[in-house]
C-alpha cells in the first residue's frame, strides 16, 4: 500500500522560508498525483499546491502563489514544497495527497476528493 510520510516543518520567523518533504513508498502503480494540503487551527483544509505525472509545472492556490513552488525528485520518489516569504497566516499542519495511475496524468485539483492517500502531516510555525 502506498505511504506518505512529510518532512521539513518547523519554527521560522515572519519572511522565512521552509522546504517541505513528501515521501512516497510502496508505490503499485508507475505515476502519482501529489498535492499539497494545509490546516490552520480552526480552519477547514485548504488545498495548497499540486503536481501531476505527466506535466513539469505545479498549480497553486492564490493565498500562496508567487510565494510557494511544488517541485519532484523521480529518483527519490519525493515531492517538495518551498515556502518562502512566510507569513504568519501560513502557520499551519501541511499534509500531502496522492492520487494514483497507471497512464499519466497532465493536470491535478486542489480539491482533497480526488487524492486517495494521505500523509500525516507535518506542523509548520511562523511566528516571531
Known amino acids: 500500500q502506498l505511504q506518505l510520510v512529510e518532512s521539513g516543518g518547523g519554527l521560522v520567523q515572519p519572511g522565512g522560508s521552509l522546504r517541505l518533504s513528501c515521501a512516497a513508498s510502496g508505490l503499485t502503480s508507475p505515476y502519482y498525483t501529489i498535492g499539497w494540503f494545509r490546516q490552520a487551527p480552526g480552519k477547514e483544509r485548504e488545498g495548497v499546491a499540486c503536481?501531476?505525472?505527466?506535466?513539469?509545472?505545479?498549480y497553486y492556490a492564490d493565498s500562496v502563489k508567487g510565494r510557494f513552488a511544488i517541485s519532484s525528485d523521480n529518483a527519490q520518489k519525493t515531492v517538495y514544497l518551498q515556502m518562502n516569504r512566510l507569513e504568519p497566516e501560513d502557520t499551519a499542519v501541511y499534509y500531502c495527497?496522492?492520487?494514483?495511475?497507471?497512464?499519466?496524468?497532465?493536470?491535478?485539483?486542489?480539491?482533497?476528493?480526488?487524492?486517495?492517500?494521505w500523509g500525516q502531516g507535518t506542523q509548520a510555525t511562523v511566528s516571531s
Open positions: 503536481i501531476s505525472s505527466g506535466g513539469d509545472y505545479g
Open positions: 495527497a496522492a492520487r494514483t495511475s497507471y497512464t499519466l496524468d497532465f493536470s491535478c485539483g486542489l480539491g482533497g476528493d480526488w487524492y486517495t492517500y
